[in-house]
């Protein structure tokens, strides 16, 4: 469990030099226990594996002042096991119910049990800034519009195929945009 530990934080550590997520912003993590052990989703969930994970992935995000929310499995509808604190900044509603291993999946039953004061959410209305999925557990819905895939050098966590996203703002406007603050200072010194 401290090599999923240490891959963990590898991960994390490697997608917040990738995407430095400002204080606030909100991370979505979902992922497969089962996966990460070799076999099918679901079959086998793992308490130990999402303790571990948890502890390689957790500390760096809350140390930049990331909300964290950990997405619960089919069974709960990807309903996501976030801090009360997080459900008010996002204007997320709770619902009631409680995760276990076989209804919710191993993540987010250790996320409720660690988390100071946790509540279930049906839906992030497509607010994370980014996140990860851990064996293809399908976050997309979680994520704002436009995500990016970041291409870590951490590519599994135990035999579970690790994939990790970020997200930006919509480009808009046609031909004549511009896209940087750069370009858009030299567009004005062309009128100066």
Same mark, same amino acid.
Request: net charge positive.
């Given at each position: 469990?401290?090599?999923?530990?240490? #891959?963990?934080?590898?991960?994390?550590?490697?997608?917040?030099?990738?995407?430095?997520?400002?204080?606030?912003?909100?991370?979505?993590?979902?992922?497969?226990?089962?996966?990460?052990?070799?076999?099918?989703?679901?079959?086998?969930?793992?308490?130990?594996?999402?303790?571990?994970?948890?502890?390689?992935?957790?500390?760096?995000?809350?140390?930049?002042?990331?909300?964290? !929310?950990? #997405?619960?499995?089919?069974?709960?509808?990807?309903?996501?096991?976030?801090?009360? &604190?997080?459900?008010?900044?996002?204007?997320? &509603?709770?619902?009631?119910?409680?995760?276990?291993?076989?209804?919710?999946?191993?993540?987010?039953?250790?996320?409720?049990?660690?988390? #100071?004061?946790?509540?279930?959410?049906?839906?992030?209305?497509? #607010?994370?800034?980014?996140?990860?999925?851990?064996?293809?557990?399908?976050?997309?819905?979680?994520?704002?519009?436009?995500?990016?895939?970041?291409?870590?050098?951490?590519?599994?966590?135990? &035999?579970?195929?690790?994939? !990790? !996203?970020?997200?930006?703002?919509?480009?808009?406007?046609?031909?004549?945009?511009?896209?940087?603050?750069?370009?858009?200072?030299?567009?004005? &010194?062309?009128?100066?």
């Amino acid at each position: 469990m401290e090599g999923l530990k240490r #891959q963990a934080e590898a991960a994390i550590r490697e997608f917040l030099e990738l995407f430095p997520m400002p204080r606030g912003s909100l991370f979505v993590l979902g992922g497969s226990t089962s996966e990460v052990l070799g076999e099918k989703v679901g079959t086998r969930p793992s308490l130990g594996v999402a303790e571990a994970i948890l502890e390689g992935l957790l500390p760096p995000l809350l140390e930049r002042g990331v909300h964290v !929310a950990v #997405q619960g499995c089919e069974h709960l509808n990807r309903a996501l096991v976030v801090e009360r &604190e997080t459900a008010r900044a996002y204007g997320l &509603e709770e619902v009631t119910v409680f995760p276990h291993p076989k209804a919710g999946g191993a993540l987010a039953t250790v996320a409720f049990l660690r988390y #100071q004061d946790p509540v279930v959410v049906e839906s992030l209305k497509a #607010q994370a800034h980014g996140g990860m999925d851990i064996g293809g557990v399908l976050i997309g819905m979680h994520l704002r519009p436009v995500a990016v895939p970041l291409r870590l050098s951490v590519r599994k966590l135990g &035999e579970a195929v690790l994939l !990790a !996203a970020k997200t930006r703002p919509k480009l808009i406007g046609g031909a004549r945009a511009v896209y940087t603050r750069e370009e858009m200072l030299r567009k004005l &010194e062309e009128y100066r």
